[in-house]
């Protein structure tokens, strides 16, 4: 079994008309680009150079950017395109999509996403996040045509919990011909549907961390801050060690 890393293009929307035109896999994270950190996550996996799918509206200034960042890397605009890549592939391959709008806070959630899809390579394998409730709980309020109430429902976590805010990443055998035909997914979710309406089994696993949503404002603070704090606290650590390369 051959891994293959796909990561989607994602539009910088919580940017707002700034952010049109561009990509969430262009951002700056701390010390690197969010497609940089990408790389890393997925070279814990497998050394094969990744595609990256775009739309059809990508820009010549972006398509340069990202060469330029992952020379090896193939980025796919148009639906051929994706046909012509995915019929070198063997049967027992598995594309490994991801979505930067759903990013994963800990670094090796994907190895226990490859674990859980190991045993079960036939089908595909969705890496999700839930929403977080307040106090743990959600109350749900159904109401009849009339705007009586019916019922009055209260979710608990994890237990009676189905409200998943995103996909992270998709494990995806190659065997099931889904995107053959060069569909080109705008998101993990999309995707996810996709595979059901063409009768693909698949599995949702849940993340075992945080995940931040970079289409939010709100999330892209928090990643930028987060790995800010990381690149300080390494520096820290590494003038406090004799061993440690200089920065």
Known sequence: MRVWPVFLYSDLQSLGRAGQG???????????????????????????????????TATADYV????????????????????????????????LVLDPRCFAVRDRELETLIRQFSAEQQIAHHLVAFETGIAGTKEHVDVDARGF????????????????????ASLVPV??????????????LELRQFLVARGVSSRDVTLEGR???????????????????????????GQRSPTHPDW
């Open 175 to 188: 065997s099931t011909g889904a995107l053959a035909s060069g569909f080109i997914p705008t998101s993990l």
């Open 64 to 95: 340069t950017a990202m060469a330029a960042v992952c020379p090896d890397a193939r980025i796919i605009c148009k639906r051929d395109e994706l046909s012509d890549a995915l019929a070198g592939y063997e049967l027992s391959d598995v594309l």
């Open 22 to 56: 561009r990509s969430l896999l262009g951002l700056p994270l701390g010390s690197e680009l969010l497609v940089e950190r990408l790389r890393r996550r997925v070279r814990a996996i497998t050394q094969n150079p990744p595609m990256i799918l775009s739309p059809v």
């Open 149 to 168: 109430v019916r019922s009055v429902h209260r979710y608990y976590e994890p237990t009676t919990w189905p409200f998943i805010a995103g996909v992270c």
């Open 211 to 237: 995940a931040l949503d970079l289409t939010k404002a709100h999330g892209l603070l928090a990643a930028t801050e987060q790995f800010v704090l990381r690149v300080a606290e390494e520096r820290s650590a």
